[in-house]
């Protein structure tokens, strides 16, 4: 019993508390409703001096240790009796303990307090169970600040108030770590606001003019539209962090160069991956491509690149891969009056049909051009055409077209898109047309 005694003004204060059953100058009996509030918010883990304030009480008249005593107490008789071991079962006048035997009222009373004071445990034990499975699933393969927010998100989602330390444990990180984490949420979210930014810009620059990027383009045209720095490794983190994916071209390992008939000549190989000679219009690279669009309908593209500058001089779009697709493409090459052609320029090819074919070989020499021929079943001899191809494929929706004139228009989209808009990381960060002015300039 505390030594702190009453004063007539303060016994007449504490009477008037409906928490308050009876009071005297060294001692105090509070209701069993009270007593049961209090043990609820105390595991809910309210500490007992709030408690008692909230509830009408001065801590300063009661004193902080017959606080301290009857929450020891209580807690006592209901880990013991559970809340039957709060009621007060002494009399009003002397305090004794009743010897009376009970009614069977009483006693059926008593016994359904137990029995929901029971299931009040087993279900707090069963939520506790399928708490502590859920986080232990979620923990693999986490990074400690989602641990951190997993366990904040438990304790605050299911009132598990002092069960920090029993879930650091079970998750095998430190409590200090965990309230760094909780002290620092105000810088985080600072972070986290300047990360948003930085995803707004990434997403215009990742969709702009249509297509999607990888992070060397979306570099590239933020520093030149935006006119905005950011880092490659930021701009990876960024795309990482909101799943922003660009496509990614597969291999295909079972395309073969087709085999030169017999009649058709086969000329060597001049220019033996010396892609980047710097001079623009000399190099100029040739190939065929399908593209199946409309579900059953298949197309053909045949182009022609600058190997020195990555700029797209001619293409023909036909659904017919006969030998006019190639000799229609030389033709729009050389009509092109936007295209100069170097005068030792060559066309270089691999070793199909088309490009054998004795009236293709007549053609290129009508107009004054070479030819030179990637070895057999060898597409690295030609490697920046399949590359534009794949970029191609990756960005084009060309299977969703109706039609062939569908088809045609999304090509040409694209073509000017390529050659006017897309920077290019091995181009100075120039786009094909903006690297070829620059390399006549100079």
Known sequence: MSKITFTTREIKSLQQNPNVQRVSERSITYSDSFKNKFMDEYLAGKLPRQIFSENGFDVEVIGLKRIEQSAHRWKKAYQKNGLIGLTDSRKSSSGRPLKRELTPTEIIERQEARIKLLEGQVDLLKKLEATERRLLNTRKSLEPSRVYQLIFETVEQNHFKRMTRYFCDLLEVS????????????????????????????????????????SRSIKMILENDYNLIFSRKKIQRIMRKYNIVCPHRRPNPYKRIAKATKEHTVVPNKLNREFKQGIPGKVLLTDITYLPYNGNSMAYLSTVKDACTNELLAYHVSDRITLDIATKTIKKLVSNKKVTIHPDAFIHSDQGSHYTSPTFQKLLKKYGLGQSMSRRGNCWDNAPQESFFGHLKDDVDYQSAKSLEELKAKINHYMVYYNNYRYQWNLKKMTPIQFRNHLLAA
């Open 175 to 214: 409590r200090s770590g965990y309230y760094s984490y909780l002290k620092a949420s105000s810088s985080r979210e600072a972070r986290e606001q300047l990360d948003l930014e930085a995803k707004r810009m990434i997403l215009k620059a990742f969709t702009r003019r249509g297509y999607k990027k990888g």
